[in-house]
C-alpha cells in the first residue's frame, strides 16, 4: 500500500531532525548520510527519496530555520520602510530573546557557522552570508535616504557592525556555555550600537 502524503512528509521531518542533531553534534563532515538515516529510523532509499545530499539536507535545514524576523527584515529591505533601523533594532531584540530559548536556532547557528563538506557547500554557504549582508545594506542604505543613518558611516559599514555584533555575541554565548543573559546583555549592547549608527536627531536653531 502506497504510504499517504502525510506519512512521506513526517518522514521527512524525522530526517531533518536527525540531520540537525547530528550536524551539530559530530559536524557534518562526519555525519554521514547512512548514520543520519539510522538515527531517523527509515532506510537510505527514504533518505535519498526527500534529499540527494548532505547538501540538499543542509539546504532545507537553512530555510526550515528561517525565522519571522528573517522573512520580516527581507521584505523590508525589497519593499522598503519607513524606520529601516528600528525595524533592525525590534527584529535584532526579538531574535536574541527567541535564540536564548530556541534550542533548534543554537544547533543551526553552530552548524551555518562550521566547515563545509565540500567547495559546493562553502560556497553555498558565502552565499547565504552574502545575501545578509545584501539585506541589511539595503537597509541601511533606505536608513541614508531619509537621513537616519550617521553621516560618517556608509551603509557597507553599517551591515558590517550589525552582522560582526551579532554573530559574535550569539557565538560567545555559545562557546562560553551560555555563562551570561544573551538577551540581557545584547540588548543592552544593541541598544548602545544603534545609537552609534543612527544619524543624531536634528536640532532646531
Known sequence: MRRSKQDAEQTRIDILDAAEQMF?????????????????????????????????????????????????????????????????????????????????????????????????????????????????????TQAQALGRLAPDLTPDEAAIMMIASMGGLLNEWLRTGKTFGLSAVGIKLLAQQMAFIRAAPATSA
Open 24 to 140: 551539530c553534534t559530530q559536524g557534518v563532515a562526519s555525519a554521514t548520510l547512512e548514520k543520519i538515516s539510522r538515527a531517523a529510523g527509515v532506510t537510505r532509499g527514504a533518505l535519498y527519496w526527500h534529499f540527494k545530499d548532505k547538501l540538499d539536507l543542509l539546504r532545507a535545514l537553512h530555510e526550515r530555520s528561517l525565522t519571522p524576523e528573517e522573512v520580516l527584515i527581507r521584505n523590508a529591505a525589497t519593499q522598503g520602510h519607513d524606520d529601516p533601523l528600528g525595524l533592525l533594532e525590534q527584529a535584532a531584540v526579538d531574535m536574541l530573546l527567541n535564540f536564548e530559548q530556541d534550542e533548534r536556532q543554537q544547533r543551526m547557528f553552530v552548524i551555518m557557522n562550521s566547515h563545509a563538506i565540500d567547495d559546493e557547500a562553502a560556497a553555498w554557504q558565502r552565499e547565504v552570508n552574502a545575501d545578509l549582508f545584501r539585506t541589511l545594506a539595503m537597509l541601511a
